[in-house]
């Protein structure tokens, strides 16, 4: 078990897939066709119209109940919550234009044939993005609610609430929602978005930084005039965000279990039986095209052996 995780974290290009394919990126995970849903498309454009709406209120104070202080507005964006907050934004407009495109794809308007790198790129750049916001709006939640939030200092009103649970909930319906998978091996972008705000924190320290209330630390558990402590915390604090990406992991995995346990029982036993060999799998997965994009949804060993398959060559996308 821990080597097979080490490997997820870790892949072997010579024994691992690291192909997604496209239209993943598309469709619901609880769709059985290939077609892209207006009914999804309509989620996708309402998510990033709410996601907008939160990062204007949050960044203009609209709904805040506290007193304005000094340099309000331009001490914003160092927080970590506020960097979540701008990664949710930022995926959900890219799912929005993905899922437009694919639709337009779908519907033959547009030739994107020629664009297949190009939007390669943009799907790498929103897998990436998702990752994030999923992994640091959870994380987020957890900390300010468990470690920050004050009752003498914050007021649970409409900004708290949206910046601090709206945004948690909102991936975790999108987490259970979306076509493509969450990868272990990502979590060093989720990781390494940790140690980027630990030297940001050590750096705005130095550079006489203060905070809203021009406290010295912009968080009390992450006081830099007490070094040891803070750098505990730092290396506590990049353990937690693997320990959360493992945990999105496991519910990516829960999402395509249910998904071939409810929507696919006549292919559930291939799903169990995957380590067994892929013969079997290739046997199930060659039934149809409709039943090849279903399975395809699911666990990485599936969309290895269905790549020869599905469609054709231009369809497959590197995203590492």
Known sequence: MVTKIWRSCFPDRANSPHHVERH?????????????????????????????????????????????????????????????????????????????????????????????????????????????????????????????????????????????????????????????????????WTTGIGVAYAVFSVIYYLAGGTDRHNEPSIYKMLDWTKPGKSIVVCAAGVFFVFVVHFFCYCLYCLRVWLYAQVCLPETSSSVDNLSGGSGSTRKTLGSSREKISSITRTLSSMEESQREQFLNPSTIIDLK
């Open 24 to 188: 993943h990126f598309y469709l619901c995970q609880w769709q059985s066709n290939t077609q892209v849903g207006i009914c999804y498309l309509m989620y996708r454009l309402i998510v990033a119209i709410l996601f907008l709406a939160v990062l204007a209120c949050s960044a203009l104070d609209i709904g805040r109940s506290e007193p304005m202080l000094e340099h309000h507005y331009a001490k914003w964006w160092i927080y970590l919550t506020h960097w979540g907050l701008i990664a949710c934004a930022v995926q959900a407009w890219l799912a929005a234009i993905i899922v437009t495109k694919g639709l337009m794809i779908d519907r033959n308007e547009f030739e994107w044939n020629i664009h297949v790198a190009r939007e390669s790129r943009l799907h790498a750049v929103y897998w990436i993005v998702y990752t994030i916001a999923t992994v640091y709006s959870f994380i987020v939640s957890l900390v300010y609610w468990t470690f920050v939030f004050d009752p003498e200092i914050h007021r649970i009103d409409a900004v708290n609430l949206m910046v601090h649970v709206l945004n948690s909930v909102i991936m975790l319906i999108d987490l259970t929602i979306v076509g493509h998978p969450i990868r272990l091996n990502h979590a060093y």
